[in-house]
């Protein structure tokens, strides 16, 4: 999950953490594309993107392999924390 400024001109995620993203999800493509910056996961990323809803229901989705990784780039809709919180207490508790 990325925290702090979420700009392709300032962040606090290190670069390399994207690029090693096999898959990028957000909780709003729109809103994420509506950003009065460039977003920290637009441009060279935009082929990674997916909505987190789709990700909730197909959590293979974007991925090929076990170890790839899924990184959640929050756009501040609220609930959101909610949801996925949630979903890992169902998942691994």
Do not use: K, N, W
Request: glycine share 8%; proline share 5%; net charge negative.
């Amino acid at each position: 999950m990325t925290i702090g400024p979420r700009f392709a001109d300032a962040h606090e995620l290190p670069l390399e953490v994207v690029d090693r993203a096999d898959a990028i999800a957000t909780d709003s493509l729109p809103q994420l594309d509506a950003a009065d910056q460039p977003h920290l996961v637009s441009g060279q990323y935009d082929g990674r993107l997916l909505e987190l809803a789709e990700v909730l229901e197909e959590p293979t989705l974007g991925r090929t392999a076990a170890d790839d990784v899924t990184l959640f780039c929050s756009v501040g809709l609220a609930g959101t924390e909610v949801v996925l919180g949630s979903r890992f207490l169902e998942a691994f508790a």
